[in-house]
Each structure stands twice: as C-alpha cells, then as structure tokens.
C-alpha cells in the first residue's frame, strides 16, 4: 500500500496505466465499488460525458464473483414484495439492449440467455403451494404456465422422477455475472473511466458537502459527487454525520460450481426442498452453478462444508445427475440486505452523495435499471423511471431525512 502522499497510477483494463493519478486529477464522480452495480454506473455516466473513477482493492471479486446471475423476477417472486418486481420487470426489460451494448462496447460476451425458469415441486403440499403461486402471478399478468410432471421433464430430461408438476417463467433469464463484471471492466476503461485499486476508507465531507473520499493508504480522491455501490459494506464508512448511511447488512450465500457436458439443462431449474429454495442455473459451456445458501452471518465469507453439503443435497433432488458431474469451484459472497429487501438507490441528504447499495439477490438483475436511474442523478437529469425507482428505493424510507434537494 502506498505511503501516504504517494502518487496512485491506475490500471485500465486493455489500455495503458494513466497518464495522471486520480489524486491530482479531480473527477465529476467517484464510484466506490467495482462489482457489477458500480461498473455499470460508472460506465453510464462515463458514457454521459462525466469523468469517472472507481475505487475498488479488488474489482468484480465480492458478491458479483458469487452471483449465478439469475434474471428472474416472475420465478421470484413473493407475495408481500410486489414493488421489487415491479424493479424487477423493468430491468429484465433493459437487460438485452443492456447486454448487447455491452458487449459492442467490451468485446466481450456476457452469455445472455432467454429461455425461462423452470420451478418444479414433488410433493402434493410443494404441489399446492406452486399451484397458489402461480394464481397470484396469474393475477399479476405475469407470464407463468403450469406444467405437469410430464411436462416437466420433457423440458429437462434430468429432472428427478418424482416431480409432481411445475411452473414454467419464460420471460426469465440469466447471464454469466463474471463475463459481465469483464466486460464492465473493458467498457468502463475505454469510456476513459479511471480505477483505482485500493480499499475506500471514508467520505471526505467538506462544508456540509461530500467532496471526495479518503483511501485507506492515505490518499485522497476529490470528486463533485460521490456514489457508494459498495454492497454490504455501504454502511461501514467513515467520515459521515449521523444518520445519513442506509441499515445496510451481509447476507452470506454459499455457491458450488460444477462442470458437464453442454445442454445438461436449458433452463434454470429451481424447487422448494427441505424448506429452502434451491436452483440449478447452466451456462452454454456446460458449467452449472447451484445455489444458494442465506446466512446472517455478518462478513464470515467462509466456505463451510455444511453449506457445501446442503446445496449438493437439494440440487440432487431435483436433478439427480449433478452428482456425476466434475466440482469446479466453490465461493462465498455477501448480498447487501435491507430491511424491506428493496435497494438503496439515489441521492443522500448529504449533497454530493448517492447511494446504489441494497440490492440483496437482485444486484445482477437490477443493474441496468440502477445504473439508468443514478446517471441521470448524476449528470442533473430528471430519470423518469417507470416505475418510479427514486420513490421507491428512496434512503429517506430508512433516514427519515429527504434527498438533498427536496421539499
């Protein structure tokens, strides 16, 4: 770590390091944060004409690295949390122009797929309950067909004999979140957004106003406006009044990745089992990621051999042959939680702060919308959300303090 007052050089990604440092060239904005909520800001807002770096130790390695990347707001969804849906829906909507400028941006192919989620049940009480469901998304117009177990498994094949039925969410998809996390990494640097590798300490808050941030080696990084899209860890920095930061927590999940043959399955498929959700998401090279354990367990991001245990043991009761399949890799990330499980997104009553944290299971998904939403934040315009994400996702619900700038 430098000493302090060093000069910081910074590494763009398929580029030469700068030519200056961040810290003797002040930016429109700092983003602190480069998972999958940051890059897209910062490459949004790069894309607007602002001057942008992002300052993340280690860029597209937390909770993005976990993710399994699920885009599926019709298989998720939950009676009491019709407003996240409502997000949802409309960032899945902006996901395949999203994907694909991004990759003419990047060159890089983030494996973007459409063919639905699979959620399957075994026994008559799983039966009924999906049965109920699927009524509730029927009321909801949402694309949702029920299937037979027939049905089921002339989707997938592998699926286990026993299931009884299920609901097929065609509209959801998904894509690979470490292809996207690379891909935000090119985009972003050539859009001549600057990164500086190194942990984020505090807001520097000069005049009733964040003015920049304080890097844990000492440096500073002046910027007009200052974003926190640092997941679990938003409501840890220092240097803020009292009441400005968002209840922000860890939310553990534990990940597997196996490898087999492409085509092993063509859709996500996901199930209740022993009272947990478990899912099973394939990518086109024939990876299969299964997922996924939640913890409160504050930031333990120990990979645990009960964690490990209980995903194989759910995942092979829905699909029984992904216990021939090759272990490839295991992870442990931290969702960022709310208390209503609904982000944190927009301006702090702190001038010159905004938030884009909170994102829990949907960070993947919701990353088009919110990076949409905080570059018209950030460069003075009105975002005209439908729907309204500035209402919704408000940090006032928890500050009891408006915006800066509001009545």
């Known amino acids: 770590m430098p000493a302090k007052g060093a000069e910081i050089h910074v590494n763009l990604p398929h580029g030469d390091p700068a030519t200056a440092s961040p810290l003797t060239r002040p930016a429109d904005v700092c983003v602190v944060g480069g998972g999958v909520i940051?890059?897209?800001?910062?490459?949004?807002?790069?894309?607007l004409g602002l001057s942008v770096t992002v300052a993340d130790p280690s860029p597209a390695s937390g909770a993005t690295h976990a993710a399994a990347?699920?885009?599926?707001?019709?298989?998720?969804?939950?009676?009491?949390?019709?407003?996240?849906?409502?997000?949802?829906?409309?960032?899945?909507?902006?996901?395949?122009?999203?994907?694909?400028?991004?990759?003419?941006?990047?060159?890089?192919?983030?494996?973007?797929?459409?063919?639905?989620?699979?959620?399957?049940?075994f026994g008559a009480d799983d039966l009924a309950a999906l049965g109920e469901l699927a009524d509730f998304m029927a009321k909801l117009s949402l694309p949702a067909e029920r299937l037979t177990g027939r049905e089921c498994r002339r989707l997938e094949p592998m699926l286990a004999p026993g299931v009884r039925g299920g609901v097929l969410a065609a509209d959801d998809a998904w894509v690979d979140p470490r292809r996207v996390a690379e891909a935000l990494l090119a985009a972003a640097g050539r859009r001549g957004v600057r990164l500086v590798r190194e942990q984020v300490?505090?807001?520097v808050v000069d005049g009733d106003a964040?003015?920049?941030v304080r890097l844990a080696g000492g440096g500073t990084i002046a910027a007009g406006?200052?974003?926190?899209?640092?997941?679990?860890?938003?409501?840890?920095?220092?240097?803020l009044p009292a009441g400005v930061l968002p209840p922000v927590r860890p939310v553990k999940g534990q990940i597997m990745r196996l490898r087999g043959a492409p085509g092993f399955l063509g859709h996500c498929v996901r199930g209740v089992v022993h009272g947990s959700s478990a899912y099973l998401v394939p990518r086109r090279d024939g990876e299969v990621v299964l997922g996924a354990s939640q913890e409160e367990m504050g930031f333990d991001t120990r990979v645990t051999a009960g964690g490990l245990y209980e995903l194989l043991r759910d995942a092979r009761e829905l699909v029984p042959g992904v216990t021939e399949l090759e272990v490839t890799g295991t992870v442990a990330g931290l969702r960022?939680?709310?208390?209503?499980?609904?982000?944190?997104?927009?301006?702090?009553?702190?001038?010159?702060?905004?938030?884009?944290?909170?994102?829990?299971?949907?960070?993947?998904?919701?990353?088009?919308?919110?990076?949409?939403?905080?570059?018209?934040?950030?460069?003075?315009?009105?975002?005209?959300?439908?729907?309204?994400?500035?209402?919704?996702?408000s940090p006032a619900r928890f500050t009891g303090r408006p915006a800066h700038g509001d009545d």
Do not use: K
Request: aromatic share 4%; proline share 8%; net charge negative.
């Open 225 to 239: 406006q200052v974003v926190l899209a640092n997941g679990a860890w938003a409501g840890t920095l220092d240097g």
């Open 336 to 393: 960022p939680g709310t208390p209503d499980n609904i982000p944190v997104i927009g301006r702090a009553s702190l001038p010159g702060l905004l938030f884009a944290t909170g994102h829990h299971r949907g960070g993947v998904l919701l990353a088009p919308l919110t990076a949409d939403h905080v570059a018209a934040e950030l460069t003075g315009g009105h975002p005209g959300d439908d729907p309204p994400v500035g209402r919704i996702c």
């Open 38 to 47: 940051g890059l897209s800001i910062a490459w949004r807002a790069a894309a």
């Open 69 to 121: 990347g699920m885009l599926a707001p019709v298989s998720e969804v939950t009676y009491t949390e019709e407003p996240l849906l409502r997000l949802g829906l409309a960032s899945l909507a902006r996901w395949p122009a999203f994907a694909a400028e991004l990759t003419e941006d990047s060159g890089v192919d983030v494996d973007h797929r459409a063919d639905g989620t699979l959620a399957v049940a």
């Open 210 to 212: 964040a003015t920049g």
């Open 201 to 203: 300490s505090a807001v």
